[in-house]
């Protein structure tokens, strides 16, 4: 169970290495998210269309270690972007990783950004 969640580290802007492309802008659902793979992890981007913003998180649930956050709902927790687990709706603020409705480990956010119709997702290695 451990080893799966040390896999994924936040990482800031100012720590990324390398720009990984993951698929093109028409890939991603609006307002709505969609697992990629980076290396041996799985990492849930969201285009949050409402917000003109784009967010990327680890897909592992930290409740009960399922790959299934990219299938949450989005939303906003006074005016913070958010996502839903799907499974037993465990918030998570998509702009820091913490959860926002118990005491669980915060989960792992990562930059994105977009370039000529690509989505990139900023890792540190
Ligand atoms: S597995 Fe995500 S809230 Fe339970």
């Known amino acids: 169970m451990v080893e799966i969640l040390e896999k994924y580290s936040a990482t800031k802007l100012e720590d990324v290495k390398v720009w990984f492309k993951a698929a093109s802008v028409a890939d991603f659902p609006t307002d709505g998210g969609a697992c990629v793979k980076y290396k041996d992890k799985q ?7 409402r917000l003109d913003k784009w967010y990327a998180c680890q897909n592992l649930c930290p409740h009960k270690m399922e790959m299934v956050l990219s299938r949450g709902m989005i939303g906003d927790d006074k005016g913070a972007p958010k996502v839903a687990c799907p499974l037993h709706k465990k918030t998570f603020s998509l702009e820091n990783g913490e959860n ?5 480990d915060a989960i792992a956010t990562y930059p994105v950004k977009v ?8 890792f540190k290695e």
Do not use: K, Q, S, W
Request: net charge negative; hydrophobic share 55%; glycine share 16%.
């Open 43 to 49: 990492i849930a981007v969201f285009n949050f269309a």
């Open 100 to 104: 926002l409705n118990g005491d669980l």
């Open 115 to 122: 370039e000529d119709g690509l989505v990139y997702i900023g």
